[in-house]
């Protein structure tokens, strides 16, 4: 029997035809979808935007894995057995033929599903907010790591040269660091963590791709201080590049989260992280 192939599936993803192709090919083909995935679709008209984003996925609602709230992977623990399993919401997956169902009968008409996706996009309307909220946040932070680099490792990194160790180093001091700022904000109970743990929990991936996005920033040459939405929808890239790696690849239109995926799946696997099809160590020669 073939593999079971999972990739994650980005919002903009969620009507073309080379998803149903995907599914369609094989029965073990698998559409992960994170919950911003699904709360995007519902932030604006959630009776007709949600039912068009579902209808390729309603026709093969088997094949498609549902991960759990990112608040609930917060505490998440980063050992390698079953990583994978722990991210998927059972519930949730098996509960989405349902969820299709209803979605199709708040679009005829019915009178009751309504109010439920209503609730559902009053929810993904403030989900949005809160990430255009600590928008201030992220460039504060973005700014006084900027400060960490000379003028001479700004041009490194701006003209996209190999990047010598100490530039690594102070990239790698970013991840961590805001990483333990997440946690450290959740209220986190602290672990005692391996080196492999630590770069397998979800806030130490999401930080890995913001700061990937970081040095795009540098590269283009882009303004800190830009707006709200922008930085919102940047951390919503970040997002769905950090849960692809735990899978196969991520199935998304936008060239900035395939690349952030690619890259961080790199470094991941060279860090020693769970890297699916992937294994490595740790290297100087990561990022």
């Given at each position: 029997m073939p593999a079971q192939i999972r990739k994650l599936v980005d919002s903009n993803y969620l009507r073309r035809p080379e998803l149903e192709d995907y599914l369609a090919k094989s029965p073990r083909n698998?559409?992960?979808?994170?919950?911003?995935?699904l709360l995007e679709a519902q932030k604006k008209k959630p009776l007709l935007t949600?039912?068009?984003s579902t209808?390729?996925?309603s026709r093969y609602p088997r094949q498609v894995l549902i991960l759990r709230p990112s608040s609930k992977l917060l505490g998440f623990h980063g050992q390698g057995a079953g990583l994978q399993k722990r991210l998927i919401d059972g519930r949730k997956s098996a509960g989405f033929s349902r969820f299709c169902d209803d979605v199709k009968a708040a679009a005829s008409g019915n009178a009751v599903v309504p109010d439920e996706l209503a609730r559902a996009a009053r929810t993904a309307q403030s989900h949005i907010a809160s990430l255009a909220d600590a928008a201030s946040t992220i460039l504060?932070?973005?700014r006084a790591n900027a400060g960490r680099f000379t003028p001479d490792e700004i041009k490194i990194l701006r003209s996209r040269q190999p990047r010598p160790w100490p530039v690594q180093e102070k990239l790698l001091d970013m991840v961590f660091e805001s990483a333990a700022d997440v946690a450290g904000g959740a209220k986190l109970r602290p672990r005692k963590y391996s080196p492999s743990d630590i770069v397998n929990l979800p806030v130490v991936r999401y930080c890995l791709c913001m700061m990937l996005l970081f040095i795009r920033w540098i590269e283009n040459g882009r303004q800190l201080a830009i707006g709200n939405d922008s930085v919102a929808n940047d951390v919503i890239d970040a997002n769905i590049a950090a849960y692809s790696t735990y899978f196969d690849g991520v199935l998304s239109g936008d060239l900035t989260v395939?690349?952030?995926?690619?890259?961080?799946?790199?470094?991941l696997a060279e860090i020693g992280g769970y890297v699916p099809g992937r294994s490595g160590g740790w290297v100087?020669?990561?990022?």
């Open positions: 698998m559409a992960v979808l994170a919950e911003f995935v949600l039912a068009g209808e390729i996925l504060d932070l973005f395939q690349s952030l995926a690619r890259e961080a799946r790199y470094i100087r020669q990561a990022i």
